[in-house]
């Protein structure tokens, strides 16, 4: 069974953005170890556990599930064969 190269990008995009987004709500909220997350930061540009970092963590977070997502269909595909 082959996997959609779109599909899947889209499903991982959306799914890692969330993540990044509600983990960086959640720690705000009830205060949790900054640090777990704050190491993301190191990869994502301007990632910090703030109101506005959960911002650019979505935006990231789209963009890099979105190529993940991508290319592990696509070699999933050309392994199937």
Known sequence: MKLSVKAFALTCAIV???YLFLMTWWL???GGKSDDLAIIGKFY???TVTPMGSLIGLAW?????AICGAVFAWVYNRLVK
């Open 16 to 18: 890692w953005a969330a």
């Open 28 to 30: 705000i909220a009830f």
């Open 45 to 47: 540009f301007g990632y």
């Open 61 to 65: 977070g789209l963009v890099d599930g």
